[in-house]
């Protein structure tokens, strides 16, 4: 992972994830996955990969057991009291680093890596190698990415955003910039929490997020052993990706 990446999900950004992803609708993307997941008989036993704050797995958890893996302290100490309060007991924190997991050599029937997770993965090559291991035949590895024909298509923008929590504000605002060469964005975040005009705690992050084109995805999953089963726009089940928007999925499995 690069070292810009590893300074980040640090705890300013990890406290405040869950509030800045509050309209994120992770129940309709669960279903979704759920959908996808019918494409294997008897899924039980699913490893989420960059769980975060496990807000997906907590949908997953009514139907599978789920071991959740994530590198940030912070974010699994988000995750752990969420699951405690909701009573959650079949879903188990692991931290590791993906990237190089030292994680014992279970099978499971999906592999799940959700919010651009892959974008985050330095050697591509390497790590659906290192997935092999968790893998057994049919074994679904689902994953959402940022798609070049709508990166090229419709480059970064600025984004301002507010939030509102027990009468404190935060503020961020964020502006990416296109590195072609390097097929990536290069995300700048500048965070300020206030309390009536009072700042109280500022942050700047540098994100590098990488993005993919389909051909080369593709051939990469194969080198792995895995096969792409489809790739489907974000928002619309059944449509391919296309250039208005920079999210898609991809589906595979798993061919030994
Ligand atoms: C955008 S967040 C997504 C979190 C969660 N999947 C969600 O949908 O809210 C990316 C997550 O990936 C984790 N992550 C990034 N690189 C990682 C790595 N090399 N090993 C483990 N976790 C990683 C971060 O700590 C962070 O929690």
Not at 13 to 42: A, G, P, Q, T
Not at 104 to 123: C, E, H, P, Q, T
Not at 162 to 184: A, D, I, P, T, Y
């Amino acid at each position: 992972m690069d070292r810009q990446n590893k300074k980040i999900f640090k705890s300013f950004y990890s406290e405040f994830y869950d509030l800045i992803y509050k309209k994120k609708n992770y129940e309709n993307e669960s279903k979704r996955i759920l959908n996808f997941l019918k494409l294997k008989k008897n899924v039980k036993d699913i490893l989420e990969l960059g769980c975060g704050t496990c807000s997906h797995s907590i949908f997953f958890s009514k139907k599978f057991n789920i071991h959740a893996v994530d590198k940030s302290p912070e974010m699994l100490e988000i995750a752990k009291n969420k699951l405690l309060e909701k009573k959650i007991k079949n879903i188990k924190l692991f931290k590791d680093d993906i990237e190089n997991l030292k994680f014992r050599n279970n099978k499971y029937d999906a592999i799940l890596l959700l919010f651009n997770v892959i974008g985050y993965i330095s050697n591509l090559d390497k790590f659906f190698n290192t997935l092999k291991k968790f893998a057994k035949e049919n074994t679904l590895l689902i994953f959402d990415f940022w798609h070049q024909d709508a990166i090229h298509f419709e480059g970064p923008k600025k984004i301002k955003k507010s939030f509102v929590q027990n009468n404190q504000e935060l503020l961020r605002n964020s502006v990416g910039k296109l590195n072609k060469r390097e097929k990536r964005i290069e995300i700048l975040i500048d965070t300020v929490l206030k309390s009536e005009n009072k700042i109280l705690a500022e942050s700047s992050e540098k994100h590098l997020v990488r993005y993919y084109n389909l051909d080369f995805l593709t051939e990469t999953i194969q080198n792995a052993r895995f096969e792409v089963i489809k790739y489907e726009d974000f928002n619309k089940l059944g449509d391919p990706p296309n250039k208005k928007n920079w999210n898609a999925y991809c589906v595979c499995k798993f061919v030994g």
